[in-house]
């Protein structure tokens, strides 16, 4: 079972990162706007007009139900005006199991969906199920997370660079703790590829020190749900929070729960925590957390949908097939809490022009 981290942009936000990638212009593979007048819904916004997308129908699977995927579903409904989509659908297993998953998608196949944005659970299995959908015809995206290994069998992975959001995290961390003194990372499945990129970003930025802040522990396999986090929490204050300068949160249950923790113990520990959850956003303003690191799920959806269709009309092709691509994360703190959105909506459309520049080939 792997947990991703969670970004949640309301619904109304969620249109406006939309609208504001989409309806402005008409992006060319030059990478110049063509005018300044808004574009009719059709167009795609990047390397190509959609001619017609009334028969391509976009699934989104979700390895399993988890709070970051929610912004999906707003941005694939919108996708589907803004582009003329015949369909589209957000769907998920009740549970964690690549088998289920397999099941699902061979569902929505059969049910004529014919392109598929997928956020596997099994980053080793993954790949030969992008492989049996794309045997059959359907344009695959990897969303979210990239399968393990140096292989990505589907057409192309849109995910958070993981590793350099946790480096991020941790720089912003020993900054805050004044360049010394002991740090805890908190984390999710020891499992996941993810949780491994992870760690290995947390302790770049530990090492960078020079010896000067010490990796007290990392504690994995507590983004279950937020009871774990909190009991994980509770004991590692109790055992040791007087050591405690630090903590880097790198997912989501252990991010609300150490902004509580600390929130309710009075320790002095820094806590910098991953996505925007509104405790951790009010925990920032509040002087509680010192920062947080967002990512970019509503940018997924968009540019992976948009993607998706280019490549099932057969208007596009990838010019480099199971290329990787970083979505985009982004330092929170005080200073920016409260605009800090415009950033990954530029982040979107900047990830459309990179697509529409030197990821897709259309004629």
């Not at 659970?121 to 045997?135: E, G, H, K, M």
């Not at 199971?322 to 982040?347: C, H, I, L, M, P």
């Amino acid at each position: 079972m792997r947990f991703p981290t969670r970004s949640v942009l309301p619904g109304v936000v969620a249109a406006v990162v939309l609208a504001s990638g989409t309806a402005a212009c008409t992006y060319k593979n030059s990478g110049t706007e063509s005018g300044g007048q808004a574009a009719p819904a059709a167009r795609t916004g990047g390397g190509a007009e959609l001619v017609d997308g009334s028969r391509t129908k976009v699934a989104l699977v979700p390895g399993g139900a988890h709070p970051y995927f929610q912004p999906w579903k707003a941005a694939v409904t919108t996708a589907r005006k803004t582009y003329g989509l015949g369909a589209v659908t957000f769907d998920e297993t009740a549970e964690w199991d690549q088998q289920k998953q397999n099941n699902l998608l061979s569902t929505l196949a059969a049910r004529g969906y014919n392109s598929f944005g997928v956020f596997g659970v099994s980053p080793t299995d993954i790949n030969s199920t992008f492989a049996d959908l794309r045997s059959q015809g359907f344009p695959v995206a990897s969303l979210g997370s990239c399968p393990a290994g140096d292989k990505d069998e589907a057409d192309f992975c849109l995910s958070t660079d993981v590793e350099l959001a946790a480096y991020k995290a941790s720089k912003a961390a020993i900054e805050a703790m004044g360049g010394r003194g002991t740090l805890v990372h908190l984390t999710g499945n020891n499992v996941d590829a993810n949780t491994q990129l992870r760690i290995k970003g947390v302790a770049r930025a530990v090492k960078e020190t020079g010896g000067k802040v010490k990796l007290l522990q990392t504690i994995t396999d507590i983004d279950t749900d937020l009871q774990t986090a909190q009991k994980a929490v509770s004991d590692l204050m109790a055992a040791k929070g007087d050591r405690i300068t630090g903590i880097v949160a790198t997912a989501y249950n252990p991010a609300v729960a150490a902004a509580d923790a600390v929130s309710t113990s009075g320790s002095k520990a820094k806590v910098i925590a991953i996505d925007d959850d509104a405790k951790i956003l009010s925990g920032i303003e509040q002087g509680t957390v010192t920062a947080t690191v967002v990512q970019n799920p509503v940018g997924q959806a968009e540019v992976g949908t948009w993607a998706l269709a280019l490549l099932q009309t057969k208007q596009c092709t990838v010019r480099s097939p199971g290329v990787e691509v970083d979505s985009g994360s982004f330092v929170v703190t005080k200073a920016n809490v409260s605009g800090y959105d415009k950033a990954r909506q530029a982040k979107t459309a900047q990830l459309k022009q990179q697509f529409a520049d030197k990821i897709l080939s259309c004629v």
